[in-house]
């Protein structure tokens, strides 16, 4: 064999090795557009982190928090924060570009397409704000509280409400294209694959809905309420719920294949890959399992509850926790390999691009490690 060729085929096991085998699409590498990186939930970095993290900078602000994560497009970081501010910030330095002030809180992720940043409030106002300059765009006003991030089909937006509705914006202009009454609360991130979108919803039903249409195909008891996003493996969704399940759905025949019953609500939403599914719990643990048959593999326990949803970056995974803490373990084995002692309560998920960690916490302070 040609010496070049064999280099770059060692070159090439090397780096198949280092890559977790993702059930869906990870994240591109140098962006985190979404907030669990892209369309399908899974919570997969496209890119690598250096084997030993450091602070890189913080970004803090004064009586308000980070209760959502951030996402990272370009050389830009945005966040919202619980005042009501949505922040750009220069990925490299932590330094402030820009704020955008709403007259309510944001407690939800922003998502970014092609130079735009959408995001809903708690007065139930969906913002799009030019991501350049922090300018208004347009608005979209609903009749409930907003949590749920936004995802995007073609060139539209989607997003929930607590009005119980499904909105489908035009993301140009917002005007509306179609709504879906959801019987509850709509705070999950709708995952997509296809023209097919995935709605976990606070009505105990995950919701399959035809995108183009705006019409049901489907209704599938989840055995309580959630605000999870439903994570898309191979034929299967994976959410937990208020009634402190795991579960694993198969979308072919709408039947619940696995569960698990932790000692406590999940807020947190799955992290799947083709070998592992990694969710934590308000009973203050981490635990994997095996996707097709439900088994516990492991579980890590912190110190305070774990609603942060966790971001498989290769071998590892990293999370936040209630105890102020910033976790790294080894996935496969659910070993602590990075800790970082935050200060205040982690609620927000890891936003992972460009060899870089973004997180917040709810004393106001943006960590970005490197």
């Known amino acids: ?48 982190l250096p084997d030993k ?19 990272i497009a370009g050389d830009t970081v945005y966040v919202g924060s619980t005042s009501g501010a949505l922040y750009a910030v220069d990925l490299a330095s932590g330094r402030k570009l820009w704020v ?16 735009r940043l959408f995001i809903g409030d708690q007065d139930g106002d969906f913002h799009c704000v030019d991501a350049a300059t922090g300018k208004l765009v347009w608005k979209h006003t609903t009749d409930g509280e907003i949590y749920s991030p ?28 179609w709504s879906f009454d ?17 709605f976990a919803g606070c009505s105990g039903s995950l919701h399959v809905i035809d995108l183009d249409k705006g019409v049901s195909l489907a209704k599938i008891p989840i055995d309580g309420p959630t605000g999870c996003a439903a994570a898309l493996g191979k034929d299967r969704v994976y959410v937990g719920n208020e009634d402190d399940d795991i579960l694993a759905v198969d979308l072919v ?35 994997a399992f095996d996707p097709q048959t439900g088994r516990l593999l492991w579980e890590f326990t912190t110190r305070g509850m774990v609603d942060s949803s966790p971001v498989v ?35 927000a998920s890891p936003a992972v691009a460009a060899g870089r960690l973004v997180i917040g916490s709810d004393a106001g302070k943006l960590y970005c490690f490197k």
Not at 182 to 198: H, S
Not at 320 to 343: C, H, M, N, P
């Open 1 to 48: 064999m040609h010496a070049c060729l064999s280099s770059f085929l060692v070159l090439l096991a090397l780096i198949s090795h280092a890559m977790p085998a993702a059930a869906g699409d990870a994240s591109p590498a140098d962006a985190w557009p979404l907030a669990r990186g892209a369309a399908d939930g899974c919570g997969v970095a496209g890119g690598a």
């Open 53 to 71: 993290l450091e602070p890189a900078w913080t970004f803090a602000v004064e009586n308000q928090g980070f209760s959502a994560g951030a996402v």
């Open 100 to 115: 955008y002030e709403s007259k309510s809180s944001f407690r939800t992720t922003p998502a970014f397409r092609a130079g």
């Open 150 to 177: 936004a995802n995007f089909y073609h060139d539209r937006v989607l997003f929930g409400s607590d009005d119980t509705s499904a909105y489908c914006l035009d993301a140009a202009t917002g005007r509306l294209v």
């Open 182 to 198: 959801m019987d509850d609360y709509v705070r999950c991130l709708p995952t997509i694959t296809g023209n097919r979108g995935y």
């Open 253 to 287: 025949t709408k039947a619940v294949v696995w569960r698990h019953k932790a000692g406590d609500a999940i807020r947190s939403s799955a992290a799947v890959t083709d070998d592992g599914v990694y969710v934590g719990s308000r009973d203050k643990k981490l635990r």
């Open 313 to 347: 970056v290769g071998e590892r995974l990293f999370f936040g926790s209630q105890d102020g803490r910033i976790y790294g373990l080894d996935r496969r084995t659910g070993k602590e390999v990075w800790r970082f002692d935050a200060g205040g309560k982690i609620y």
